[in-house]
């Protein structure tokens, strides 16, 4: 297993749009990375939005599997533990070379500001 744990700045106060995609794709040639991921979120705003993953081996076709789960589903400003659009999920990926993060705006109103920070060993 990987000593240590690197983190990845993944968007950083990016405003949204309703149905606007963004995405960030990282190469893990650089990391240690077994497959294991944490994505904390901060969101502003009255909008939504969902955030999934895919993954690939050669940088430019992407595939998310069928059975993965979104990282968050419908998430807004008063989703979280406390309310207040802030939170972390984990999940886990099959081997791969690539991730790529990917947020689409979701409802009727606009992100003021997402952050989100990835955590993989």
């Known amino acids: 297993m990987a000593s240590h744990v690197s983190i990845i700045n993944v968007f950083s106060s990016l405003a949204m ?3 606007e995609v963004i995405t960030h794709t990282i190469n893990l040639d650089r990391y240690d990375a077994e497959g ?3 994505l904390q979120i901060d969101l502003v705003g009255t909008g939504n939005v969902d955030v999934t ?3 690939s081996n050669d940088g ?10 979104d990282i968050f589903t419908a998430f807004g400003e008063a989703s979280g533990p ?10 886990d990926t099959p081997l791969s070379k690539y991730i790529k993060i990917i947020a689409t705006g979701q409802g009727a109103g606009a992100i003021t500001s997402i ?3 990835l955590a993989l060993q």
């Open 17 to 19: 749009t309703t149905s």
């Open 36 to 38: 294991f991921y944490s």
């Open 53 to 55: 993953w895919a993954i």
């Open 60 to 69: 430019e076709n992407f595939i998310t599997p069928a059975d993965a789960d």
């Open 82 to 91: 406390d309310s207040d659009g802030l939170d972390i999920a984990s999940f």
């Open 115 to 117: 952050d989100c920070h």
